[in-house]
């Protein structure tokens, strides 16, 4: 069977774990280094989240995703679901969190609460689920107090027990970590989220915190009953208080309306069209803004999972061989490769791996692998440069006595014509740095001047209201919602924009220099020891920022090289995030509100500058100017001057010099072969 999305990644990694540790063992890397790298690889985990409503086929679809066979049970009923969390354990186990006093007497309040007459449905569905809860809660009898605020380590066979709908102690769990021993699961979470509007308010923070960290969220709708007034709230409502960005979104079951004549591009259609229905009616952009790049995937988790099992299952199991022989039915296929195919789940890992690759193998992965690619590339340059510097000083050894002051003179016309290139060079990338500066801040600043202006006019509407006490909180949440969108998507996008704008600009000032560099070079050819293009493709390596995104990156007051623009985006955002839900919490007049509100936004647009965080990238114009004074005239021109001198200076000496010269070379060129064997070796252990 093939490698699953997970096997995948732990493949990469453990791949990663080789080359960075070859790379020690060639000295491409220090051992800080090396510790440094293996630690972000060992520690560094990925999350994701699975949302929705209950009889989504969550269960399933994490039985078919993740274990590839019949693990978890099925769903319990709605609101006493636990938070579950998926990751590797050497041994199968489990550990349940439960309630603590405090949350359990919360609970047994809001059971107690008369809603006859009231309209408010969150409110009812509240108080139905403490019911719920506190009836399941008399089972455990008088050592019900006894489990409160403590966790409770179980085997992994007793699963039933604290997520099952009749489980013992499934009334006050808060939340289950399965520990699991498949090797891909190492570094990696998933987390099984309960229904939202959770009754204990600390259960359903526990959840937003998750999804906040999470690298991929996916909403699972019911194909039956794709995207109801449940789903729209967990995605307009829940998924925008969480700040995520990033959402895919699963219909699964497709072959239930399959099977009564809808295609699966109609049911696509159908969910698609209510999403922009729900989009317009709730007057708020997010949706689409998160979902830009997003189309719903239509699946059978139940397909999948069957193409998995051993078939002698299948046929032992009444219900598993009747939903085989439903599925075959339908599809008319008879064979698990054409199960698997008609289930489609492979279109939504193909999905999540395109999510992994953009937003975990950048940093997990690619940033490192670059950053030791990168000092091979230095070392190279370094041997390539020793050997040209030895070839000059044979040629030089060479040359008759009488033809060295013209070798002399032309050095010195060449040296002064690449100063002056580097000295306008240096004017030229000022002048393209403050270029990146100005706009880029320009456009950071209009994404926070149009939110700011999208809040205002939330605050304007709402001043009309008339009911504070009712109304703040759906103020506040509007808020809210924007300015997560601002921090997760807008600025972030823009940010990438001008990230690439800035390295194309950048580019073109250098390869500028370097063509003009590479025709002064030909003047100082005396022979075939010395090539100008192999040179400046050496000097091009050394400042090559192609990669990553490290034309951005500057070292912080704590002394990290790793403080990005996007860091800055996050460090401005902490300072905002708690300002404007407090706001909820107090009455105050209506006006008052109003104007408290106003202030908020007015901070946000006052004190966003971008301006003096994208002038710190004036560093990186100084490390490539540092790069091209210490090539050209460090390492190549001033060496050759001084060999030019020292032979001139030679005398008697001069046989004695060449022969040395001739031995250090047949050196430096054994070292340039094993080193191209380094490099050859490390190029094999690379990976998409």
Known sequence: ????????????????????????????????????????????????????????????????????????????????????????????????????????????????????????????????????????????????????????????????????????????????????????????????????????????????????????????????????????????????????????????????????GDSERDICEYVINEIAKAG??????????????????????????????????????????????????????????????????????????????????????????????????????????????????????????????EIESKLARVTKRINRKIDNLEGDLDSTFRGIVRQGSDRLEDEVDDACRRMDGFVDEWGRLKNVFKNVEDLVKKLDNEFNLLITRKLKRRMNEIIKDAKQSVQNTLNEFFADAEDILTKLRTDDSFDQRDFIKSVSREIDFSSDDSLFTVTDENGSDDYGVMDFVADFANGFFFGLPSLAGNFFSHGDNANKAREWINSIRSQFDAKPMLESISGSKDKIIQVIKSQFIENLLDPYQAKLTEVKNQGAMKEQKLEAAKQLLCKLEKDQSSFKSQMEEIQSMKFA
């Open 280 to 405: 317009r009616e709730m007057g708020d952009d997010q949706l689409n803004e998160i979902l830009r790049e997003t189309t719903p995937i239509p699946l059978s988790a139940e397909m999948a999972l069957l193409s998995m099992l051993d078939m002698g299952k299948i046929t032992a199991d009444d219900s598993l061989s009747h939903a085989w022989h439903r599925a075959c039915d339908t599809f008319e296929i008879s064979t698990q490769k054409q199960m698997r195919q008609k289930s489609y789940i492979d279109n939504m890992i193909n999905a999540v791996r395109e999510l992994i690759e953009k937003e975990k193998m950048a940093i997990l992965i690619r940033k490192p692998l670059n950053a030791i690619l990168a000092k091979g590339n230095s070392l190279m340059a370094k041997l390539d440069n020793a050997i040209g510097e030895t070839k000059r000083e044979i040629t030089m050894l060479e040359v008759p006595d009488d033809e060295l002051e």
């Open 1 to 260: 069977m093939a490698q699953n999305i997970f096997e995948e990644l732990l493949d990469k990694k453990q791949k990663m774990v080789a080359l960075i540790n070859k790379a020690a063992e060639f000295g491409w890397i220090n051992a800080d280094e090396q510790k440094a790298y293996l630690s972000k690889l060992e520690n560094d985990e990925l999350t994701i989240g699975v949302i929705g409503q209950m009889k989504a086929g969550k269960s399933t679809f994490l039985n078919s995703f993740v274990f590839e066979d019949q693990v978890l049970p099925a769903a319990t009923t709605p609101m006493t679901a636990a938070l579950s969390v998926i990751t590797y354990g050497p041994e199968k186990r489990l550990v349940a969190e439960f309630y603590t006093s405090a949350e359990w007497q919360e609970q047994q309040m809001t059971a107690k609460m008369d809603i006859e007459g009231t309209n408010d449905e969150l409110l009812k569905s509240k108080v139905k689920a403490a019911r719920e809860l506190v009836e399941k809660a008399v089972k455990l009898g008088g050592s019900l107090q006894g489990y409160l605020g403590k966790t409770q380590e179980d085997k992994f066979e007793n699963l039933e027990e604290y997520v099952g709908a009749d489980g013992k102690y499934v009334a006050i769990v808060k939340s289950v970590t399965i520990y699991y021993p498949k090797e891909y699961l190492k570094g990696v979470r998933i987390v099984d989220t309960p229904g939202f509007n959770d009754p204990i308010v600390s259960r359903e923070e526990r959840t937003k915190e998750f999804l906040k960290k999470a690298d991929v969220v996916l909403l699972m709708l019911y194909a039956g009953r794709p995207f109801d007034a449940t789903d729209r709230s967990i995605l307009f409502k829940n998924v925008g208080e969480c700040g995520i960005g990033k959402v895919l979104i699963g219909i699964n079951k497709y072959d239930i309306p399959y099977e009564n």
